[in-house]
């Protein structure tokens, strides 16, 4: 089991806005990444540090942090969106980096 | 534009040893961290360990006494190897860069590493 806790499923409809949250104690002290991943690909970085997104991201993807919750928002998600979520920071020692179980999105 | 390209065997049979190298391009490998990352058939993302590149490592402690990084500077190539491989160890295997604020910024593309005799 992950020491952060995701939402195995979260589904949005074309256009609307749909968060993605990743919960754990070490996330009142360290920063989540978060990765998109396509079916038989590897993943991708979309998020990092307080609310950073790399070249080519779009703006509508963007981070957040309240507490032991980080959240990934998608604002007016796009069927292109549609993948697996995964969080990742540290574990509540600090001293390992860990990954949530994923958040499987469907754009409907 | 860092590339990070895995390269082994696709099977491994019971109790051997498991053995893979990424070759980094683009860029040199004496500076971040350098990873390895696993993920189980229809399952989510592990990480197994990272070295930085003066060869200190760190691994994730569920592995710890089976796995091995290390770093050859004059190839730019990482590698890993995981001991006494079971079943359980059939996965895709990614290398990764991770940057200095706990993030993984590039990736391979990933080996598919079967164990079964």
């Known amino acids: ?108 | 534009q860092v590339q990070l390209q895995e390269s082994g065997p696709g099977l491994v049979k019971p109790s051997e040893t498991l053995s893979l190298t990424c070759t980094v391009s683009g860029g040199s490998i004496s500076s971040y961290y350098w990873g390895w990352i696993r993920q189980p058939p229809g399952k989510g993302l592990e990480w197994i360990g990272y070295i930085y590149y003066i060869g200190s490592t760190h691994y994730n402690p569920s592995l710890e006494s089976r796995v091995t990084i290390f770093i050859d500077k004059s190839k730019n190539q990482f590698s890993l190897k995981l001991s006494s491989v079971t079943a359980a160890d059939t996965a895709v295997y990614y290398c990764a860069r991770l940057a200095f604020d706990d993030y993984v910024d590039y990736w391979g593309q990933g080996n598919l590493v079967t164990v079964s005799s």
């Open chain 1, 1 to 108: 089991s992950s020491e952060l806790t995701q939402d195995p499923a979260v589904s949005v409809a074309l256009g609307q806005t749909v968060r993605i949250t990743c919960q754990g104690d070490s996330l009142r002290t360290y920063y989540a990444s978060w990765y998109q991943q396509k079916p038989g690909q590897a993943p991708i970085f979309v998020i990092y540090g307080k609310n950073n997104r790399p070249s080519g991201i779009p703006d509508r993807f963007s981070g957040s942090s309240s507490g032991d919750t980080a959240s990934l928002t998608i604002t007016g998600a796009q069927a292109e969106d549609e993948a697996d979520y995964y969080c990742h920071s540290r574990d509540s020692s600090g001293y390992h980096l860990v990954f949530g179980g994923g958040t499987k999105l469907t754009v409907l």
